[in-house]
């Protein structure tokens, strides 16, 4: 592997301080900038287009699973919000409302949605009439909003974007089949777009989403070792469905309620991707999702034929990747920094000597190999090493995740550990709130999900000693 060589002075090194290196890669890598709207931000076109990648990936995923997209409204009637009471409760103090519309103070007033799930079954209770009606597979792409108290570009911020599905099914089976399949595809979609390597599993009835039966969740490591909750996807039962009568006549001619799913990803995956991959030069971005796969820099440029030479390349690569020539005239020092900084995942020189050979350099930004390929052979090798950049990735990523793993079986090592060894931690659980909760407080992890891989550690507790039901993965998260 190439020495790493600090490219970009201007970020902060990751060791020194995560928190700032991980807002100045943000700001230098014109991801977003911070608005004059406390807690919002404005994603900016690099930021956007990822997002849009990730969007796109995602949703040709939803519709080759059957699923199709709707718009709801933004606002929510506080009558309709309160139909459910353990939704309601679980979104409280985050809810922005709206009393006045012009100079008018409303009757009723309206809250921003902080999810749509009412506004759904409000939808689902119109529609849906006989078992021919069912399944109902919507997802919606949208911003919402929740007031947050602290907030931190991607991660946690007032008004965030991301899809939401919601599923109605005509039993209880077909809804805990979706509820799995769609959390299997977030799972394919971190791993195999995103080279983020997750541990899938179920929340803790303590953790799991406001009104749902169960939630299960993809979660992933940090660089820090802190976990990030990269994906949900919960189990409703038939509890919303009850609360606004929707029914419908099942196949044995009997009014029977529904049963429903809802689930989703945000633009916090973004934030995943930068603490996941990144760097002390910026981004580091994964193949399938960088706005830019490869970048063309023109050397010597002023040389007669090699930005025409750069600009012809470019459009025969535009054929098979997304690719961006630069010919500006800044320095050819200043553009390799740049690029770095943007984490665009190769980098092809072509100068006046590599036009004699017929060939080019092309460059990794995961390790900085660099390989000279004849120009005859760029649509077979580019694709080659953009496949290998995502692999060299996800086998980092998931490497670093083995090496921030422990094992623990009493509460002392517990406490140890989640000082001293930032990662996630392997436990037994009883199943009792206390312990969780204990947890919570005197050791400071919050339980991240019980996976579906299990182990036996030990047979008691990690908490109260007592008999265990459950291995646990434990950590700090965002």
Known sequence: ??????????????????????????????????????????????GTALWENVRDELDSRFKATGHENVMMPLFIPESLLQKEKDHVEGFAPEVAWITHGGEEKLQERLCVRPTSEVLFCDHYSEVIHSYRDLPKLYNQWCSVVRWEKTTRPFLRTMEFFWQEGHTMHETAREAMEETELMLNVYADFAENCLAIPVVKGKKTDKEKFAGAVATYTIEALMHDGKALQSGTSHYFGDDFSRAFDIQFTGRDNTLQYPHQTSWGMSSRIIGAIIMTHGDDNGLVLPPKVAPVQVVVLPIAMHKEGVLEKAAELTKTLSKFCRVKLDGSDNSAGWKFAEYEMKGVPLRLEIGPRDIEKNQCVLVRRDNREKTFVSLDELETKIPQLLEAVHKGLYEKALKRREEMTYTVSNFEEMKDYADNKPGFIKAMWCGKLECEEKLKEEAGVSSRCIPFEQEKISETCVACGEAAEDMLYWGKAY
């Open 1 to 46: 592997m190439a020495e790493q060589k600090k490219m970009v002075d201007e970020i902060t090194s990751m060791e020194e301080d995560f928190a700032k290196w991980y807002t100045d890669v943000v700001r230098k890598a014109e991801l977003a900038s911070y608005s004059s709207v406390r807690g919002c931000m404005v994603i900016r076109p690099y």
